[in-house]
């Protein structure tokens, strides 16, 4: 009899716990706990830049009273479009993340989304010594163009080109560049230099002795790098 009870009760406690399981009251999928942690989603269209911008995020400030915002047609559609910089508010201790905005304009003075990018943009603490390695985005021959820039006595620098084509953003080129300040200028500097258009380059690099050899060609031109996809440690 004691041994019915007990399954009795244990078939009833099961029981109660499928019910409770599948009540969606109690469920919580991987799908809603990782939304629960990522930045919400901006509006697609808006009057002002600002409401583009993800809740918690800012445009990057650089230098006081001047903001990363770069302005020009990157669709050729003869309207100015624009780029920038947003940053993470602070919540820790942390450099927060960063990340490259572009929203095309339109003939009523609005502004559509076109992607928010990762990876692009380095973090405050990111730059060495030198600080800040942000260095400069701007739009040039209707293309997105980012530059950073930091180090010691080592410097370093880089430059990457994104170009709205064929209804998405792709890397179209790339330079990278260091130099030992103590020992050599920039005209010494190595310097990789890379249209990914062409397949076109240019390697140029400086032995101890502070002599330069300069080659130039072609390398066989491979599938364009998607900038939703671009991480810059994949360059090197």
């Known amino acids: 009899m004691k041994k019915?009870?007990?399954r009795s009760v244990g078939i009833v406690a099961l029981l109660s716990y499928i019910v409770r399981c599948t009540d969606p009251s109690h469920i919580q999928t991987a799908e809603a706990k990782a939304?629960?942690?990522?930045?919400?989603?901006p509006v697609a269209k808006a009057d002002n830049i600002n409401a583009l911008i993800p809740a918690a995020w800012h445009i990057l400030e650089p230098v006081l009273g001047e903001k990363a915002i770069a302005k020009g047609d990157l669709n050729k559609d003869g309207i100015s479009d624009l780029a920038a910089v947003i940053e993470k508010d602070m919540?820790?201790?942390?450099?927060s993340p960063r990340s490259l905005l572009i929203a095309f304009g339109?003939?009523?003075n609005s502004y559509t989304l076109s992607i928010i990018a990762k990876n692009v943009i380095l973090r405050s603490d990111e730059g060495g010594i030198w600080g800040d390695p942000f260095d400069s985005l701007t739009i040039n021959r209707g293309s997105v163009l980012v530059s950073d820039y930091g180090g010691s006595n080592w410097r370093w620098y880089n430059k990457y080109r994104f170009r709205y084509q064929d209804k998405d953003w792709f890397l179209i080129g790339y330079t990278s560049v260091s130099y030992f300040?103590?020992?050599?200028?920039?005209?010494?500097?190595d310097e990789d230099d890379i249209n990914y258009l062409t397949g076109q380059f240019i390697e140029r690099r400086t032995d101890e002795q502070g002599h330069t050899t300069t080659r130039k060609g072609n390398q066989r031109k491979?599938?364009?790098i998607?900038?939703?996809?671009?991480?810059?440690e994949n360059l090197h």
């Open 106 to 108: 339109d003939k009523n």
């Open 35 to 41: 939304a629960s942690t990522q930045t919400p989603k």
């Open 4 to 6: 019915l009870i007990v």
């Open 181 to 189: 300040t103590g020992a050599t200028t920039i005209e010494q500097s």
């Open 222 to 224: 491979k599938e364009l």
């Open 91 to 95: 919540v820790t201790d942390e450099a």
């Open 226 to 232: 998607r900038l939703k996809e671009f991480n810059p």
